[in-house]
C-alpha cells in the first residue's frame, strides 16, 4: 500500500534498523491504526490485541497485521518478544492491569504511549496539528486532502478514514508537512511539536481526566505555548481561551460569520443538496498576495453540510498559509469525498436516506442533527443514539437530551462504557427521561434491527462513539433489502 522507503528516516531506539517488530496494545483504536500503516510501510513486522475485533481491526487484518482478542501472554507471536528487537506502542484507555502491557514493561521492553510515538515520527517534519471538542477529523482530513491535491503535497496521521484514500495514513515520497490530529484526551496533544496549529472548539469534554471546564480549556492554553517560534496558531473566532505563546508566532482566526476574521465565508447558498461560498482572506502583509481582500470565489464543499463550512475555512486557511494556490484550493475543496462516520450518508434513495456520523458530545449532536434538518427539509428524522462513557453521560446528561429532543423520533442504545466501570444510577434512562420529545424508545443494541424492520424509515441517523459502528452496514443491508436499491 505504501512506499517501503520513507525520505524522512524517523525512528526511536538503538540502531533503528535494528527493531524488526512493533507490537501494539489496542490495535484496533483509530490513531493506534494510523501508526500500524507507518510501520508497515517502514517494513516492520506488525502485530498485537484489542478488546473486540471491529471493521478496523478486519481490515487491518486483511492487510498483513496479526491482531488476537484476549489479553494473554502466551499468544504474543514469538517474533515479538525479542526487547532487542521489539518495540511496543499502547493506548492510554487500555488499563494498568493489562497481563501484556506488564508484561512487555516488566522485561525490559522499550514501551511508549501512542501519542509518544506519533511526537518523536513528527519531530523532524513540519507539523500541522488540528486540535479542539470537535471538527477536528474532518478538519485535519480537509487540510490533507488539499496538501495532497497540490503542488506542496503532506504526509497525514488522522483520526478517521479518509475516504479519497481509503487510509487514515497519507505518505509522501518529498513534502515537510505532516498533518496530525491533536488529541486532548489524557492530554495526549501536550507531547507534540507543532510548527502550526488550529483549535476549532474548547466546548468542555472527557471531565473524567480533566475535573473541571476552566482545566479542560487550559489544556488548549498549554497546548498554544508549544508551537514553535515563527510558527502559526489559527484559531475560531470567539474560542474562550487565551493563548501562551511566543512572540514570533502569527495568530489568525477564522469565522462562518463574522467578518473580523482574518478568513471568513461570504455569499453562503445552501440548497438543492448543495454548499456554495466566498472565501475571504483579509489583507496580511505575511501573504504574498496584494489584493484587498483576497477573495477565492463560489467554492463548493464536496459535503455539502453546514458545519462543515467552518471545518473548510480553517483547512483551506492553513492550506493557503502554506502556499497552496487559490486554484488548488478550489479544486480540492470540491472533489473532498468526507471522513468514514463523519456525516457519513450510507444508504440514499427517493424513498430512505442514511446517515451514520460520529456525534457524542451534545454540541456535535446538536449540530448533526440541525444539519440533517437544513439539509432533508420536513422529512421526518429518526435517531439512534449510543450514549459513550459512564462519566460523559452523567456530565452532559441534561444537554444530550436537549439535542435528541430535536429529533422527530429516538432509539436509544444503553451507555459504551470504553475504558469504564459502571456509575451507580448512570444509565440511559438519565438521558431518556430528559428528553422532551414523545416518539421516545429505549432499545437493547442486539434488539435494533428487529425494531427497525418494523419502523418505517423516511431519514435515519446513526450517532456515537462506541461500538454502534458494527451495526452500520447491517443497517445498511436491511433499507436497502426494504426499500430497494439506491
Known amino acids: ?10 525512528f526511536i531506539g538503538a540502531g533503528g534498523d535494528e ?21 508497515q510501510a517502514k517494513g516492520k513486522k506488525i502485530a498485537g490485541y484489542d478488546r473486540t475485533p471491529s471493521p478496523l481491526t478486519e481490515q487491518l487484518e486483511k492487510e498483513g497485521v496479526d491482531i488476537h482478542f484476549t489479553d494473554d501472554v502466551s499468544l504474543i507471536p514469538d517474533d515479538f518478544l525479542d526487547k532487542n528487537k521489539t518495540f511496543v506502542i499502547y493506548t492510554p484507555a487500555v488499563p494498568s492491569s493489562h497481563q501484556e502491557l506488564n508484561y512487555f514493561k516488566n522485561n525490559g521492553f522499550q514501551v511508549l504511549k501512542r501519542s509518544s510515538m506519533l511526537a518523536v515520527i513528527t519531530s523532524n517534519l513540519i507539523s500541522l496539528c ?56 489524557d492530554r495526549s496533544f501536550h507531547s507534540l511539536k507543532p510548527v502550526m496549529a488550529v483549535i476549532t472548539a474548547v466546548d468542555p469534554d472527557h471531565l473524567d481526566i480533566y475535573g473541571t471546564p476552566q482545566d479542560y480549556r487550559e489544556s488548549f492554553e498549554k497546548f498554544t505555548s508549544l508551537i514553535q517560534p515563527g510558527g502559526v496558531l489559527l484559531m475560531k473566532k470567539g474560542i474562550d481561551i487565551k493563548p501562551i505563546i511566543h512572540e514570533s508566532v502569527w495568530v489568525y482566526t477564522y469565522s462562518a460569520t463574522d467578518e473580523s476574521a482574518d478568513f471568513y465565508a461570504s455569499n453562503i447558498h445552501i440548497g438543492k443538496g448543495r454548499i456554495t461560498f466566498d472565501f475571504i482572506i483579509n489583507s496580511n502583509t505575511r501573504f504574498k498576495y496584494q489584493s484587498n481582500p483576497l477573495i477565492i470565489p463560489n467554492i463548493r464543499l464536496g459535503v455539502p453540510v453546514r458545519t462543515n463550512i467552518e471545518n473548510a475555512l480553517a483547512a483551506m486557511a492553513l492550506a493557503f498559509i502554506c502556499d497552496v494556490s487559490p486554484k488548488e484550493i478550489r479544486a480540492a475543496i470540491a472533489s473532498f469525498q468526507g471522513v468514514v462516520r463523519r ?102 443494541k442486539e434488539d435494533l434491527l428487529q425494531l427497525l424492520e418494523k419502523e418505517k424509515i423516511d431519514v435515519l441517523v446513526t450517532l456515537g462513539a462506541g461500538d454502534i459502528d458494527r451495526l452500520v452496514e447491517p443497517i445498511r443491508l436491511m433499507l436497502n433489502k426494504k426499500y430497494g436499491k439506491k
Open 1 to 10: 500500500m505504501y512506499p517501503k522507503e520513507l525520505r524522512n528516516e524517523v
Open 19 to 39: 527493531i524488526t517488530s512493533v507490537y501494539f496494545i489496542g490495535a484496533g483504536g483509530i490513531g493506534m491504526s494510523a501508526l500500524i500503516r507507518f510501520f
Open 130 to 185: 488540528i486540535a479542539g471538542t470537535h471538527g477536528k477529523t474532518t478538519t485535519s482530513s480537509m487540510l490533507a486532502h488539499l496538501l495532497k491535491q497540490s503542488n506542496e503535497d503532506c504526509n497525514a496521521f488522522l483520526g478517521g478514514i479518509l475516504k479519497n484514500y481509503n487510509s487514515n495514513m497519507l505518505y509522501s515520497g518529498f513534502s515537510e508537512f505532516v498533518v496530525v490530529e491533536a488529541d486532548e484526551y
Open 343 to 444: 456525516f457519513d450518508i450510507r444508504f440514499k434513495n427517493r424513498k430512505a436516506v442514511y446517515i451514520d456520523d460520529y456525534a457524542h458530545h451534545p454540541e456535535e449532536l446538536k449540530s448533526s442533527i440541525l444539519s440533517i434538518k437544513e439539509l432533508y427539509g420536513k422529512r421526518k428524522v429518526t435517531g439512534i443514539f449510543q450514549p459513550h462513557l459512564y462519566s460523559r453521560t452523567k456530565d452532559f446528561a441534561d444537554e444530550m437530551a436537549e439535542a435528541l429532543s430535536l429529533l422527530d423520533r429516538l432509539i436509544l442504545l444503553d451507555i459504551y462504557p470504553a475504558r469504564e466501570e459502571p456509575i451507580p444510577g448512570v444509565t440511559s434512562e438519565l438521558i431518556f427521561d430528559k428528553v422532551t420529545m414523545e416518539n421516545k424508545t429505549l432499545c437493547k
